[in-house]
C-alpha cells in the first residue's frame, strides 16, 4: 500500500516477479513500456502477467512514445489500464481523445526552449479543457526516448512550471532521490535504470527498489 510522503513509480519492469517486489516494497505505481525501441519492452502477453502479479492498490501504467491515440487506447483497453503515459512529441489533441484515461503527459528537458515548449503545451492543454491528470519531466537525451539514468540540470528543475501532480525522472537513484526530492518537492518520483543491475535493463534489483523508495519517503515527510 502506498506510504505516507512523495509517490513513488518504478517503471521499466519486465518481469512479474519484479512487479510483485516493488509492490511489496512500497511503489505507487509501476510502468510498462510498450515503446518498441527501448531495451525495456514488454509486449501485451507479459504485460498481462504483469498486472496479475500486481495486488490491489498498485497502479499499472502503461508507456508509448509517438503512437496514434487510437492504438494506445485500444491496448489500455486490452489490458484495463487507467492510466498512460505518453513520452514522445504527442500532440496536444491526443489528450482529447484520451480524456477517458489519465494521461501522465512526459517531457524531456535539455535546455531552457524545453522548458518554454512544456508551458505552452501546458497552456494549450487548458484552453482545450484537457489538462493531463499528471505531468513527468525527464532529461533530454538525443536519440533516447527515456531510462537514460541522466540527470536534468538542476537550473532547469528552477524553471519547470508548478503542477500539482509534478512527476520527477531523470536519473534518479537511492543515493540521490532524497536530494531531489528535497529540491524539487514532487508530487512523485519515477525510477528506472537506477535500480537495475548494471548491464541489465528492464530487471530490478530489489534490494536497490526498497533502497530507493525508503530514501524517498523519507526526504519528503
Same mark, same amino acid.
Given at each position: 500500500m502506498p506510504g505516507p510522503g512523495v509517490l513513488?513509480?518504478?517503471?521499466?519492469?519486465?518481469?512479474?516477479?519484479?512487479?510483485?517486489?516493488?509492490?511489496?516494497?512500497?511503489?505507487?505505481?509501476?510502468?510498462?513500456?510498450?515503446?518498441?525501441?527501448?531495451?525495456?519492452?514488454?509486449?501485451?502477453?507479459t504485460a498481462a502477467r504483469i498486472l496479475a502479479a500486481l495486488p490491489a492498490g498498485v497502479e499499472p501504467v502503461g508507456l508509448f512514445v509517438d503512437r496514434p491515440? !487510437?492504438? *494506445? &487506447?485500444? =491496448? @489500455? %483497453?486490452?489490458? #484495463?489500464l487507467r492510466v498512460v503515459q505518453l513520452h514522445g512529441s504527442e500532440p496536444v489533441a491526443d489528450l482529447v481523445a484520451l480524456a477517458h484515461l489519465q494521461v501522465v503527459r512526459a517531457f524531456?528537458?535539455?535546455?531552457?526552449d524545453d522548458v518554454a515548449r512544456m508551458?505552452?503545451?501546458?497552456?494549450?492543454?487548458?484552453?482545450?479543457?484537457?489538462?493531463?491528470?499528471?505531468?513527468?519531466?525527464? !532529461?533530454? *537525451? &538525443?536519440? =533516447? @526516448? %527515456?531510462?537514460? #539514468?541522466?540527470s536534468i540540470a538542476a537550473p532547469l528543475l528552477d524553471a519547470i512550471p508548478a503542477h500539482p501532480r509534478l512527476i520527477l525522472a531523470g536519473?534518479?537513484?537511492p543515493a540521490n532521490?532524497?536530494?531531489?526530492?528535497?529540491?524539487?518537492?514532487?508530487?512523485?518520483?519515477?525510477?528506472?535504470?537506477g535500480v537495475e543491475p548494471a548491464g541489465s535493463p528492464g530487471r530490478k534489483d530489489p534490494d536497490l527498489v526498497a533502497a530507493f523508495i525508503r530514501?524517498?519517503?523519507?526526504?519528503?515527510?
Open positions: 513513488v513509480k518504478v517503471c521499466g519492469v519486465t518481469t512479474p516477479a519484479d512487479a510483485a517486489a516493488a509492490a511489496s516494497a512500497g511503489a505507487d505505481w509501476i510502468g510498462l513500456n510498450f515503446h518498441p525501441g527501448s531495451p525495456r519492452r514488454v509486449d501485451e502477453p491515440a !487510437a492504438e *494506445v &487506447a485500444a =491496448v @489500455a %483497453g486490452r489490458l #484495463g524531456r528537458l535539455g535546455n531552457l508551458s505552452s503545451y501546458l497552456a494549450r492543454a487548458a484552453e482545450l479543457g484537457h489538462r493531463p491528470h499528471a505531468v513527468l519531466v525527464d !532529461a533530454f *537525451v &538525443a536519440g =533516447v @526516448a %527515456g531510462g537514460t #539514468g541522466v536519473g534518479l537513484t532521490v532524497a536530494d531531489r526530492v528535497a529540491l524539487v518537492r514532487p508530487w512523485m518520483v519515477d525510477v528506472a535504470s530514501a524517498a519517503r523519507a526526504s519528503s515527510r
